[in-house]
């Protein structure tokens, strides 16, 4: 294969794909244990192996600098990390000057108590997970949560003036009858909405090919009962969207399985601990912590060009009767 990359310090990796989009786990550590994603008895890092707040930043700075438009905060469940807020104003001062936009995944329980908070330090825009309204059926997805809890974080976050957006999991068999009452609900509060094929990364408690709900389907349900136009918006990740006609909602659908999205993917990750990861549905990873501890910027230029030179040109994603995951680590680890 032909490498690509540009001789310059821009992000282009071995395929010809440019890197404008960094997704930065702050934290594996999260309030909930939800089913799809974590086992119920977890073993998280030692907090003495986390990049600190002040190592996250000099890491995204740089990829910054290097030509990264966005850059997501994601965990686990970020607001758990002490001073988190701290590090959202730092980068946010970068917005407008090179950052296009800084957004945040939450699952929403602690979002009432900070959502001022991320307005004032540059967020305009945030993704909170919700599976379900029912308050039992979140429950047990959840294994403890309160939803209620999650809905006033969620109101209360819209109402300071951030754009959300609903991430929900579609389960088959767990949350599939309550989709397009999501989507109405999503209408009736401004929100926008996203739907997620659940995908397979970390060992969990249930297999999944029971849970995996295909949303070809699923769209060609909504279609008959909603509105949809085919809508040109895009946020730098890999959902397609559809506008809800006569609303100011958004429906996207993220299928890593049913509808590949990995031509155009723009996206790394970096974990709490300082990997660097291309592409979620492997292994391959690059130790920016590292780097950064014994060489300094030109160390960690040196690693962001060796991991680039390691993207993949897909991921492997399979939900197979028997299969194991496609990767070992969860979710919470790589950050969403």
């Not at 977890?42 to 192996?49: G, I, N, S, V, Y």
């Not at 986390?50 to 994601?74: K, M, N, P, Q």
């Not at 469940?77 to 988190?84: C, G, I, N, Q």
């Not at 300082?274 to 912590?289: F, I």
Request: charged fraction near 25%.
């Amino acid at each position: 294969m032909t490498d690509r990359r540009p001789a310059n310090g821009s992000l282009v990796d071995r395929h010809g794909r440019t890197i404008r989009y960094l997704r930065i786990s702050v934290t594996d550590r999260c309030d909930l244990r939800c089913r799809y994603c974590m086992a119920e008895q977890m073993t998280f890092l030692p907090r003495a192996k986390l990049l600190s707040l002040d190592e996250i930043a000099i890491i995204a700075e740089r990829f910054i600098a290097r030509g990264v438009t966005r850059i997501r905060l994601s965990g686990g469940e970020p607001l758990v990390r002490r001073d988190v807020v701290d590090l959202v104003k730092r980068l946010g001062g970068h917005v407008s000057q090179g950052l296009e936009e800084l957004t945040m995944t939450t699952n929403g329980t602690r979002l009432a108590d900070h959502a001022q908070g991320l307005v004032d330090a540059g967020v305009r825009r945030i993704n909170v997970s919700l599976d379900s309204r029912d308050p039992e059926r979140f429950r047990y997805i959840t294994r403890h949560g309160d939803v209620g809890q999650v809905i006033h974080g969620i109101l209360s976050a819209r109402d300071a003036g951030l754009a959300i957006k609903i991430n929900m999991v579609a389960l088959k068999g767990m949350n599939e009858d309550e989709i397009a009452s999501m989507l109405s609900w999503c209408v009736s509060e401004r929100l926008d909405l996203s739907l997620i094929e659940t995908m397979p990364l970390g060992a969990i408690d249930e297999d999944r090919v029971d849970r995996f709900l295909p949303l070809t389907a699923v769209f060609d349900r909504l279609a008959a009962e909603f509105p949809l136009v085919r809508a040109g918006h895009r946020t730098g990740g890999p959902a397609r969207y559809w506008q809800v006609e006569g609303s100011e909602t958004r429906l996207g659908l993220i299928s890593p399985l049913t509808a590949n999205f990995c031509d155009g993917c723009n996206r790394v990750r970096l974990t709490t601990e300082g990997k660097l990861y291309m592409c979620l549905g492997h292994e391959d990873q690059v130790d920016l912590k590292a780097a950064l501890r014994d060489g300094g910027i030109e160390a960690l230029d040196t690693a962001i060009d060796a991991g680039l030179a390691a993207k993949p040109a897909r991921h492997d994603f399979r939900i197979e009767a028997g299969s194991a995951p496609a990767v070992s680590r969860h979710m919470s680890v790589t950050g969403g």
